[in-house]
């Protein structure tokens, strides 16, 4: 697939508009609604695809505190510190990630339903 360009991909995430016309509609229609978060939810999804994320500049002196090993990956471009890592996790600002939480959710979600079924 190559390289998304930003000005042509999107997060298959609602809107902030679609959203709020959403809950103007649940109201006029006095709906019952319910929400629900998941904790880390996209970091329970694995990346299907070899991607790296960039460091800069003092986010690279955090990381290596985490893990001192990451150090010696460290390079210098135009004089600032640069530390690029695979991602093995969704992670949230990735266009691919909430694709994958989606997958995963629906996945988990067909078997909880057959499992019920089974009862």
Do not use: D, H, N, Q
């Given at each position: 697939m190559g390289i998304l360009n930003a000005n042509y991909t999107s997060s298959p995430i609602v809107s902030t508009d679609a959203l709020m016309m959403s809950m103007l509609i649940d109201v006029w229609e006095a709906r019952d609604v319910a929400c629900a978060a998941v904790p880390g939810a996209y970091l329970n999804a694995d990346m299907d695809r070899f991607t790296l994320i960039k460091y800069e500049g003092d986010s690279v002196d955090i990381m290596c505190k985490i893990n001192p090993a990451w150090e010696k990956l460290v390079?210098?471009?135009?004089?600032?510190?640069?530390?690029?890592?695979?991602?093995?996790?969704a992670l949230y600002?990735?266009?691919?990630?909430?694709?994958?939480?989606?997958?995963?959710?629906h996945v988990e979600e067909e078997r909880e339903e057959r499992h019920h079924d089974s009862r």
């Open positions: 390079t210098i471009e135009i004089g600032k510190k640069i530390l690029y890592l695979r991602l093995l996790k600002g990735c266009v691919r990630s909430a694709l994958l939480w989606y997958e995963l959710f």
